[in-house]
Nanobody, 115 residues
Framework: QVQFVESGGGLVQAGGSLRLSCVASGITFAIHAVGWYRQVPGKQRELVATIGNGGYTIYTSSVKGRFTISRDNAKNTVYLQMNSLKPEDTAVYYC?????????WGQGTQVTVSS
């Protein structure tokens, strides 16, 4: 059974930083590209950062230069370092494979950025 457990969210002022973590189980983590997604109420879930099994990274334009995705295959964990946060980064953040291979999503972690 594929599971993702996200953590590290919280309330932060604009310009602040947070580091999200996500532990995966039920998959051979090292062979998959994985991504961080975010969703705000009433909008579709958005892929914001991807890291491949070889370590290449891709970012959506709105977070490029501010967010950094990384992974630790020994711990089945993917991280998202978020700096210079903006109110528009407020969302629930999820991790999953990229592209999504199953319908299993974790509970997500709420990030709220105050202005």
């Amino acid at each position: 059974q594929v599971q993702f457990v996200e953590s590290g969210g919280g309330l932060v002022q604009a310009g602040g930083s947070l580091r999200l973590s996500c532990v995966a189980s039920g998959i051979t983590f090292a062979i998959h590209a994985v991504g961080w997604y975010r969703q705000v109420p009433g909008k579709q879930r958005e892929l914001v950062a991807t890291i491949g099994n070889g370590g290449y990274t891709i970012y959506t334009s709105s977070v490029k230069g501010r967010f950094t995705i990384s992974r630790d295959n020994a711990k089945n964990t993917v991280y998202l370092q978020m700096n210079s946060l903006k109110p528009e980064d407020t969302a629930v953040y999820y991790c999953n494979t990229a592209p999504v291979a199953s319908g299993s999503w974790g509970q997500g972690t709420q990030v709220t950025v105050s202005s």
